[in-house]
């Protein structure tokens, strides 16, 4: 056979092994050239009598098959044509299944990698499944959501057969991948065997399949244990009758909107998709499938998520600088500080980039609470089975140290800086690394609103000196913005771009600037609030109106979890550099004179019971000297005004040149500030209404609340010359 993208063999016992190894790509994805390849198999593997049985593996290191190509999608403008690709891959998959179910031939998946999306569509199409036990590597999930679709490829039907409806729903709806043993227990594999003895396990599989023994006979007992574990009574209770199954889709409607808000698409037309096929059948469900999937590939919201994936892809390859500047190996990292920050940074370099840190603190109890922070992360890894216990306790016993001496710094190649947000202290921190550490050390600091330039003055070296701005929490939190002042040397700004991939960031760089992008953008969203208020929203219409548009939180829940005493001295330094734009009104400062700074000392625009959120504070108003009137402000003033003033700000950064490109503004506001992802970011959004009608609203609201509305000069020019940023 002449094959692309396959390896195709058959072993003397008439077990054929088909290997996917996709032409020059490190992953297995599909495409309609590997459907070509694949429509020469079945052909081959229907007509030829001497295959007795199928093992269908993949011939990478570390992939089974990804899914789909993703770039494909994008040129499928026409939701008929992607109908018709659907219809092509369900019949693929149906034509392997029926090699087992009507041919009698066994086909067995044997999966170590990722397996997802049309990768575990073809998977369930087989006839069973047996997956590597490589809990790091191997990952099986429907992640077709989290680009604005749905499983396309009967997935929506097969998985719930498989399964059952309500884990189906599970992994369909939220897109989560699941790990072997996961997949063991929820039936989603048949066995889970070491890597090196995959392929041939799944071989036997296939050759036990074709002469199965007789089942054996069943005891009373063993029946009982079989109803009465609760997995298979939530199957018969709710899944078997029509009445239990209304019940289980209502549920899982429930805490879909919930998440989602309304702002998706894609889960509610998945639920469908699982719904009619369980209520109508197979055939009326990939019908579902297909129709469904076609008018989501061309919605603005998968736009919008494969955009941001992409963004993310490129990133991946970017390497931050215009020159070839070489980036710089870095073993052994020095952390100044051991707080929230520091901890968590010391953390992702243990569990993520596998180098040493060094923290430097004040006195015992920082060295203690730095350390103890890394213990806890790296404890969570070994929980979640990402790190061995062993590995663990070699990790921290070798690569994680701390001190209060400086003098234990002078072999590091990188010092990270995360102390108390003030010019002078970082400065004279900075002043005395330099001292003890070598030329070629590179200094980064953490912080969150000083100019990098600011901190460098007067520094020995300032081409050594970078910003790495990392989010809370660390080990957590996608992005990492790397900020360079005109001195910084290029072979720096490479070496930290790398070493932030190490650590398992998304990193964009961005020119140096009060506030830098983050930080910035945040700036007059924040002040908004403080206007609303003064109008008269209420705090919950404030947070309900930006959770509704798709924010993760309010802003007003965030300036509680930031502190609202940090957030007034971000403010402060905002307001020097840009003025009007980002003042809120004075009454702010009544905050923090009332000793209000938030979830952390359990007084904020919120309550506190025993740490945990109870409801807004009613007393806020009051010290605010502003009066709630509900019901006066509309909730799309709310959102128009609030997310306006971030956008507005984003674009002049990008028009200042303090973001290289409208891409690294997007993946900035969603990663980092947790902009809601269907819009795809502030320029993206922008793109999506037309620039011309956002520089209108951003006009008709100027002339209502002044000049901190005024359209940023980019928007404006864009929107004289109908431009777009993409
Ligand atoms: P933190 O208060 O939790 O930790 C600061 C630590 O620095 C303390 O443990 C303190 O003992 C230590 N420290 C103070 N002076 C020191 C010195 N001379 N040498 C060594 N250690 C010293 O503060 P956090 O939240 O970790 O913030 C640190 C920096 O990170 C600040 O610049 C902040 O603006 C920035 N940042 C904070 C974010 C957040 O969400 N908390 C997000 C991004 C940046």
Redesign the pocket.
Known sequence: MDLTHFIFDVDGDGIATVLMDRAGEAMNTFSPETGEDLVVILNRLEQDDAIRGVVIGSAKPDNFLAGADIRWFATLVDPAEAEAAMQAAQDGFGRLEALHLRRGKPVVAAIHGACLGGGLELALACGARVSSDDEKRTQLGQPEVQLGLLPGGGGTQRLPRLIGIASALDLILTGRPVRPRKALKLGLVDAVVPRSGLLEAARTRALQLLHPPPPEPQTLTERLNAYLNPAALQTVVLERNPIGRRVLFAQAEKAMLKETKGNYPAPPAALECVRVGVEKGMAAGLAAEQAAFGRLVVSPESKALRSIFFATQELKRDPGIATDAEARDISRVGV???????GGIAAVNTTRAGVSSII???DQA?VD??IGYVQKVVDGQVKRRRMQKADAWLAMQRQVTATTDYRDLTDVELVIE????DLD?KRS?LAETEEVTASGTIFAT????IPISDIARGAARPANVVGM????PVEKMPLLEVIVTDQTADWVTATVVAFGKRQGKTVIVVNDGTGFYTTRIIGPYSAEVMYLLKDGATIEEIDGAMVQWGFPVGPVTLSDE?GID?GAKIGKILENAFGERMEAPPAFGALTADDRRGRKNGRGFYRYEDGVKAGVDESVYAVLGVTPRPGTISRQEIQDRLSLQMINEAARCLGEGILRSARDGDIGAVMGLGFPPFRGGPFRWVDELGADTIVERLRELAKVHGDRFAPAPRLAEMADKGESFY
Not at 336 to 342: D, I, S, W
Not at 418 to 421: G, K, M, P, T
Not at 446 to 449: E, G, R
Not at 469 to 472: C, I, K, L, P, V
């Open positions: 100044l500080g051991g707080g929230l920050m520091g430097k603190e004040v920082g609470r730095g995360a102390v108390f947000e202290l921190v953490n912080t969150s609103s701005h990392y989010f809370s930031v940090v």
